[in-house]
């Protein structure tokens, strides 16, 4: 069964700019969740899709948004980047909300 | 609102010693509880979770017993190996407004010594 797949591995944008993340769960989980690990800081909640629906949204500006496909893959979109965006983002899907999350390799940005 | 503690680090062991992890939560209602296991350059791996209290969590050797009288996790591992170096991470998921959401704590960096 394949895992969590997240796209790209590696994105380099420059402050202003916006970056676009991608995330395809596993078979058959209909939520995706979104986790940002910034060097010093931890893992912070970013985002919970579930049924194409943004169903919860932790303490970040609007302007790191998202959205689910039918598919129930998921983009995470950053507008006007900021040097302190540069953070390994993780996606992470499950089941629904009472079943463990299972997350990908995360997609490492980093802002110039 | 909720929050999870883990024991400073790094920790450093040799080889077949013994593993204690610390970690101890503040949430409302009864959470369930998760250890992940992120090795170098990869996302994070569940490694055992327990969903009510008493429960005893186990895999690959590791284990945690969810303690609601003192909000604990604390994993264990009998005997290490250096294959078991990595960033571990203890977490929580609540309810109410916190539906969905895993809150972590600072992660703990292992380095096990043949």
């Known amino acids: 069964e394949a895992g969590v797949t997240q796209s790209p591995t590696h994105l380099i944008k420059t402050r202003g700019q916006q970056a676009t993340l991608r995330c395809s769960p596993i078979s058959g989980h209909t939520s995706v969740y979104w986790y940002q690990q910034a060097l010093g800081l931890g893992l912070q909640f970013l985002l919970w899709?579930?049924?194409?629906?943004?169903?919860n949204r932790g303490n970040f500006p609007p302007r790191f948004s998202g959205r689910q496909f039918p598919n129930y893959s998921s983009e995470l979109n950053v507008n006007a980047l900021e040097l302190e965006d540069s953070a390994l983002y993780l996606c992470a899907s499950s089941f629904g909300m009472q079943y463990e999350q299972y997350f990908g390799p995360g997609t490492r940005l980093t802002v110039t | 609102g909720n929050s999870v503690t883990q024991m400073e680090g790094p920790v450093t062991l040799s080889e077949e010693a013994f593993l204690t992890i610390n970690c101890t939560y503040t949430a409302t209602g009864y959470p369930s509880l998760f250890w992940y296991v992120q090795y170098p350059g990869e996302g994070l791996q569940l490694l055992l979770k327990?969903?009510?209290?008493?429960d005893k969590g186990s895999n690959k050797g590791f284990e945690a017993t969810y303690r609601k009288e003192t909000t604990s996790f604390h994993l264990e591992k009998g005997s290490v190996q250096v294959s078991d170096s990595a960033v571990y991470f203890c977490a929580l998921r609540a309810g109410g407004t916190s539906y969905g959401k895993l809150t972590f704590g600072q992660g703990t960096i292992l380095t096990v010594h043949p």
């Open positions: 899709y579930d049924e194409g629906e943004e169903r």
């Open positions: 327990a969903t009510k209290a008493d």
